[in-house]
């Protein structure tokens, strides 16, 4: 049958959800078009939907072929995007170069997702699929879609077959440390903030750390039951973060989620992690700059901290961001 053609391949396939979708399409469908949750979602689904047409080249991994018409351009490890709703399915060929790739784009949108405050959870494994435009089908499908369910929070699974497809590569990036990483409960994930990865927002890895900070204190204080208006501290904190432009004029810190809560508390968690581990870096780029604004000698990202009243910087505003 014309169907079976093109055939079922080996191939790393990869299941996302976007987390909070539904409730953040609920919200949009009850108030307005003209809000920041009907910029986010639909700036969301405009991306991914050029990325499963044709990649907007932030952070590919070319590799160019002489043909007949002369040199062709494509995607190292031939990777291939579909996505409806709430959910994206990517795979890649079942090579080193394929893994490669597969990691390449699943970070390249979880963080430019993060960036707008948009998150998703999923997993990685490898294995049979049909995957030809539209179409797709097979055990690999399945299983990565049966995974997804155990990440859990905001972050993507490796499947341990993965390791074992790949022995002959283990240690080489991204199938080490810093790529993957045994969360406490000793599953692997794609690190959330890979060294030198910065968004298509900006021009450097500093300030993609940043921006996602941002998002990170905005709902940690969001969901917190603790927090409860929009007190004279966060009003300050709003001054830095700019939540209101980005999320809503008329912001609401009142009520708090204790299921959604946890998910940021990971993500808090993670952000921390990242700027422990590479300090270093972070301080070597920065120690000496002084600026007119107020950061001084030393790291210019400060860890996120429960000062007993909110979620901040660890350190005083003005010196650390």
Known sequence: MDLMKKGIETRFVAFLDILGFKELVKKIE??????????????????????SEESNGHHDLNVYELGSDGIVEKELGDPRLNYISDCIIISAEGSFNGFKAICNKITKLSIQGACAGIYMRGAITYGKIYHHGPILFGTAYQKALDLEKDADVPRILVDDVICEVLSD?????????????????????????????????????IDTLLRVKVSILYFLNKFDVRVCGFCEELRRLDQFCCWKERYSMVLNF???????????????????????????????????????HGVQKGPRIAPITWNGRIWAPEKELGRHR
């Open 30 to 51: 009850s108030e307005s078009e003209d809000g920041q949750d009907y910029e986010r979602v639909t700036w969301a689904l405009d991306f991914l939907h050029a990325e």
């Open 169 to 205: 590569h283990v240690g080489v990036f991204p199938l080490n440390g810093h790529a993957i990483r045994a969360d406490d409960d000793g599953k692997k994930y794609l690190l959330n903030y890979p060294l030198g990865y910065e968004s298509g927002f900006d021009s450097s890895w």
């Open 254 to 292: 009142d009520g708090g989620d204790a299921h959604v809560f946890k998910k940021y508390i990971w993500l808090k968690n993670e952000f921390n992690r990242t700027l422990r581990r590479y300090s270093r870096v972070i301080n070597a780029r920065h120690q000496m700059r002084i600026s007119p």
